[in-house]
């Protein structure tokens, strides 16, 4: 009978738990909204006729790859590259206010590790999103080219809710947001060589493959970016509950001088002060392929703004947040 009650017990604690964090969820989404409803544009991007959409994606076929189109004209999980990254699906390519600014690494740059990995955290409809961008620098320490690698739900705000309580299935390339540096809220570049590199990158790919489900409580996305990092022999949070911006500044703070994480701090306070720009209406990508190099082409007319910032500037701090997804 004791143990009965004992187990019973446990079972309260868990479920009172995951409840919490749901809560939290609802709780953060809201008070987002009501400290941004005031402010923040609300970017209506329109679909595309499903035949445009077969269109594009035969022309891509036939163009291969480095054709240009626009994200929103692209099944969601077509390959694309945009700026520096490769290899992004076009649903995380939605019109993006302020790109990556490919400068994230200069303070981390070192002789002989041309490669990089970073850690980062970024705001959601919830509670944030973590997720490790990886790839090689220029010789000035800014970004040549980046992958993305990060858990998530795979579906809508029904399934992240499910999640809460059971596994679903999960998803591990960038989503919506994470290419989008007025989201960012956290981050930690790390430099490797080209042998470290490969074998980091031979882990996230395997770690990919065999991660077919997310749960909040125990296959988050934190706990996927303290993998990353404890492979390459970093220290990470031993709690991956907690909010996505906190494990991120932990893991940077536990791999760091104080002086270093000084820097970063004063780092992260300019970067805050920086207005957050207007989202444009489209995306303009490149099909992802053999002719990836291939510069996005300059367009030939502005489309129509659906929406347009208020006068007043905005900042990090009051950034717009992704509609509609929670992670």
Same mark, same amino acid.
């Given at each position: 009978m004791q143990t009965r009650n004992t187990m019973a017990g446990v079972s309260l604690l868990? +479920?009172? =738990?995951?409840?919490?964090?749901?809560?939290l969820a609802d709780v953060t989404a809201?008070?987002?909204?009501?400290n941004n409803a005031a402010v923040l544009p609300?970017?209506?991007v329109v679909a595309p006729r499903p035949h445009a959409a077969a269109h594009a994606q035969d022309a891509a076929q036939q163009a291969g790859g480095g054709a240009v189109v626009y994200s929103s004209q692209?099944?969601?999980h077509q390959l694309v590259n945009v700026g520096v990254f490769r290899n992004v699906p076009a649903e995380a390519a939605k019109p993006i206010g302020q790109a990556v600014t490919s400068t994230d690494c200069r303070?981390?740059?070192r002789p002989g590790h041309p490669y990089f990995v970073e850690f980062r955290a970024r705001t959601a409809a919830s509670y +944030?999103? =973590?997720?490790?961008?990886?790839?090689?620098?220029?010789?000035?320490?800014?970004?040549?080219w980046v992958e993305v690698a990060g858990l998530h739900p795979a579906g809508d705000s029904t399934v992240y809710m499910i999640g809460h309580v059971l596994p679903v299935a999960s998803e591990t390339n960038?989503?919506?947001?994470?290419?989008?540096?007025?989201?960012?809220?956290a981050r930690y570049c790390v430099t490797l060589t080209e042998q470290e590199f490969t074998r980091m990158?031979?882990?996230?790919?395997?770690?990919?493959?065999?991660?077919?489900?997310w749960n909040a409580m125990t296959l988050n996305c934190t706990g996927f970016t303290g993998d990353v990092a404890r492979f390459i022999g970093l220290k990470a949070p031993l709690n991956h509950i907690q909010m996505p911006e906190e494990y991120i500044n932990e893991m940077h703070r536990l791999n760091s001088t104080p002086a270093q994480y000084g820097a970063y701090q004063a780092e992260m306070r300019r970067v805050n002060s920086i207005p957050v720009p207007p989202l444009p209406a489209q995306q303009r990508v490149t099909i992802a392929g053999p002719a990836s190099s291939a510069r996005l082409a300059t367009p030939t007319s502005r489309p129509q703004a659906a929406a347009r910032l208020p006068a007043a500037a905005q900042t990090v701090a009051t950034a717009p947040l992704p509609p509609q997804s929670p992670w």
């Open positions: 868990a +479920g009172i =738990a995951i409840c919490s964090l749901a809560s809201a008070r987002a909204q009501d609300q970017v209506n692209l099944p969601p303070m981390s740059a +944030g999103h =973590a997720f490790v961008f990886y790839g090689k620098l220029t010789p000035e320490g800014q970004f040549a960038a989503s919506w947001g994470d290419l989008d540096e007025q989201f960012m809220t990158v031979g882990y996230i790919k395997q770690r990919q493959a065999t991660t077919p489900l």
